[in-house]
């Protein structure tokens, strides 16, 4: 297991940042590309099992370290007990959320040192980068775009026009990761003026054109895909005194 000696390890800003990239470069490899190897590799009949990514992009599935304390922090432990319990996607995505974890963990054991700026330009710069999570929960969702047919595929997409509006965590999931993602901070609810999240669903009004929390103005995805043209209350009421 290619730990590597403390004394070697990244210290700058930078050094950390690669080191943090080609770790996730080996883990996202692991959980997409040689998923079936990976698969294959965390046998439930074997003893503790974690998965390391490496400074070199690789992975290894492996027993955690026997030195006390290990050198680096440790990533999950025994992560093929679960295989066979699990439906197969959810044991990935969950295996990704704990790598995105231990990802962090490492980078900044390593960034220790580090004055606040320094560590808050090492965040900023992991940031960017979209979590394994992330990259295999899109994975997930192309495959199963892959078998959905038309009508199902419309409901993913962003309603617009006569149609409505419709911010949809589908759609955006879909989207280029950080894509537009200035405008959309800039957009506030015409109701309790919260900003713009991509947790939420929201809802764009065909008259005046605001956007609205759904839970603001009693909007839910599935009614909104009924609706032809939504009228905010605010120009509904405006309608109901012309």
Not at 32 to 49: G, I, M, S
Not at 132 to 156: I, N, P, Q, T
Not at 178 to 185: F, L, P, Y
Request: with cysteine; hydrophobic share 30%; aromatic share 8%.
């Amino acid at each position: 297991m290619e730990v590597g000696s403390i004394s070697s390890a990244p210290r700058t800003v930078e050094e950390i940042f690669k080191d943090y990239s080609s770790r996730r470069a080996g883990i996202v490899r692991a959980l997409t590309h040689d998923v079936d190897e990976f698969y294959a590799q965390c046998d439930p009949e074997k003893e503790n099992l974690c998965l390391y990514g490496h400074p070199n992009d690789s992975w290894e599935v492996n027993l955690p370290a026997e030195e006390v304390p290990p050198e680096l922090p440790e990533p999950a432990l025994g992560i093929n007990f679960a295989r066979d319990g699990m439906n197969r996607r959810d044991w990935l995505s969950l295996i990704a959320v704990h790598s995105d974890s231990w990802l962090l963990s490492v980078a900044f054991y390593l960034g220790a040192r580090l004055n606040r700026n320094e560590r808050k330009r090492l965040f900023s710069m992991i940031n960017e980068l979209p979590t394994v999570f992330e990259v295999v929960s899109d994975r997930r969702r192309s495959k199963e775009k892959s078998g959905m047919d038309s009508a199902s595929k419309s409901k993913l997409s962003t309603k617009r026009s006569s149609e409505g509006q419709i911010k949809s965590n589908s759609k955006i999931a879909d989207e280029e990761y950080g894509e537009d993602d200035d405008e959309h901070n800039e957009t506030l609810c015409g109701t309790c003026g919260g900003s713009y999240s991509a947790d939420e669903f929201w809802i764009a009004c065909d008259i005046c054109e605001r956007w609205f929390h759904g839970k603001c103005v009693k909007i839910t995805p599935a009614k909104a895909e009924s609706i032809k043209q939504y009228k905010c209350p605010g120009c509904s009421s405006k309608k109901g005194r012309q």
